[in-house]
Structure formats: structure tokens, C-alpha cells
């Protein structure tokens, strides 16, 4: 009878111990994802780091360092998002390929590393035609995809693939939102770096009123005088040469 009770007792006690780091896991796990959702990404990332450090081979480890990557990216540390995204993004697991892709492309784009960005944000576009949306998440989904594609296109300027901006920016037309102007630019600048002057005197010409008091205004103008001087045109060109000078 004294075993039996014995064994009777034991039994849920080695239960307990087994569950316990369960338990553990899921309030670090549930403790992190709260303070990422108030903005508390500091704290979100020592919790996650806990987690990571106290259980190696949880199935929630993806989950986790996707959670970790975001953090670090929130608060601009793009060099160890980077890190975090990339294991993230390269998992089976990985719960949300298109926007681990975003986040991956976006921290490698902001410490230099443009040909990589150019890989991976591909990688998120591919990714996300293969995501199947109901009608209500389709407005997400395109949007998502505008973003992809806007920073891919950044990342092709930086590496001056004048070719693929020239390909990427049209297809991109109508499509851009927010982004348009940005997009219409650089779209322009890929034709004047291909010596396309014809086609870009247009586009500039189009682009000058917007380009009012935006970071691209004096840039407007001097190309278009560089393009009007190409094609011989003096006097327009010197308009614009003066244009681009007064603005500081």
C-alpha cells in the first residue's frame, strides 16, 4: 500500500517539473510579446534574449527571434536586426516570409549592404505570390508588395543597375502611392545615366512642380540642365542651371 502511495505521489511531481519550463517559456514568450506591442522594444528585447538563452530548441525559437529582429530594427540597431532577420528569413518556420524578407532588406539597405537588400527583398516579393489572401487582407497584401518593391528599387539606384530601375520604376507606375514622386525620380535619374536625354527632358519637366521643396528640387533642375545641354539646348539649359543655384 506504502509504494502505491508512493508512486501515486511521485508521478504528478515529475509531471510538474517536466511542465514547468513550458510554463516558463510561455510567460517569457507572452511577457516579450507584450512589451513589443506597447512599444517597449528595450524590454521586448531582453525578454526575447531570455528566452532564447534559457530555451535553445523551443519550437517558438523562430517566433521569438522574428519578435527579437523587430525589436532591434525599431530601435534603429539594423547591424543585429540584420543578424536576427536572416536566421528568421532562411526557416521553414519562418512565420511570415514576406515582411521578415521587408524588415531583412530594409536593415541590410540602411548598413550598405545593397546587393544583398536587392536579394532579399526579391526573395520577399516571391515569397509573397505565394501567399494565399482572402478579399479582406488583399488591401494589406498590396500594400506590403508596394513596399518590397519601392525598396527594391532603392536598392538597385545605389548599385546603379540603371537597366533594372528604368524596368522596375514603370512597372511600379500608378502603383506607388506615397511613393510616386520618389519612384517618377528615380526612374529619370536611370534614363539620364543611360544617356536617354530625349525621353528624360519630359519626365523632369513633369516632375519640377513636385519637386518643390523635397530633397530631389535642386537635383531636378540640374539634370534637366544637364540633359537640355546634351541636346544642345543652351539657353533652356542655363535656366535651369540657375534654378538648381539659388536653391540651398
Not at 39 to 52: D, M, S
Request: hydrophobic share 40%.
Amino acid at each position: 500500500l506504502r509504494c502505491v502511495v508512493v508512486v501515486l505521489v511521485l508521478e504528478p511531481l515529475l509531471f510538474a517539473q517536466e511542465a514547468r519550463p513550458y510554463a516558463d517559456a510561455d510567460v517569457l514568450y507572452l511577457e516579450a510579446n507584450g512589451h513589443f506591442n506597447r512599444g517597449h522594444y528595450a524590454q521586448a528585447i531582453e525578454r526575447y534574449n531570455a528566452f532564447l538563452l534559457k530555451f535553445p530548441d523551443h519550437s517558438k525559437r523562430v517566433n521569438v527571434r522574428y519578435g527579437l529582429g523587430l525589436s532591434l530594427f525599431q530601435l534603429k540597431k539594423y547591424r543585429e536586426a540584420g543578424e536576427n532577420l536572416n536566421i528568421v528569413a532562411a526557416k521553414k518556420q519562418c512565420p511570415d516570409r514576406p515582411r521578415a524578407n521587408y524588415f531583412l532588406g530594409q536593415s541590410l539597405m540602411a548598413t550598405g549592404k545593397y546587393a544583398e537588400a536587392d536579394k532579399v527583398l526579391g526573395n520577399g516579393i516571391k515569397a509573397l505570390s505565394n501567399v494565399l489572401t482572402v478579399p479582406k487582407d488583399k488591401a494589406v497584401f498590396q500594400k506590403l508588395e508596394q513596399s518590397l518593391k519601392v525598396s527594391r528599387l532603392g536598392a538597385l539606384v545605389h548599385l546603379r543597375n540603371w537597366e533594372d530601375v528604368v524596368k522596375e520604376s514603370d512597372d511600379l507606375k500608378g502603383k506607388a502611392g506615397t511613393h510616386a514622386f520618389q519612384v517618377s525620380f528615380q526612374g529619370a535619374l536611370a534614363r539620364y545615366e543611360l544617356k536617354q536625354f530625349k525621353e528624360v527632358l519630359p519626365l523632369l519637366s513633369a516632375l519640377k512642380k513636385d519637386a518643390k521643396d523635397t530633397p530631389y528640387e535642386q537635383q531636378s533642375h540640374f539634370l534637366l540642365a544637364e540633359a537640355l545641354r546634351e541636346l544642345e539646348k543652351v539657353p533652356e539649359a542655363l535656366e535651369e542651371y540657375e534654378a538648381a543655384a539659388k536653391i540651398r
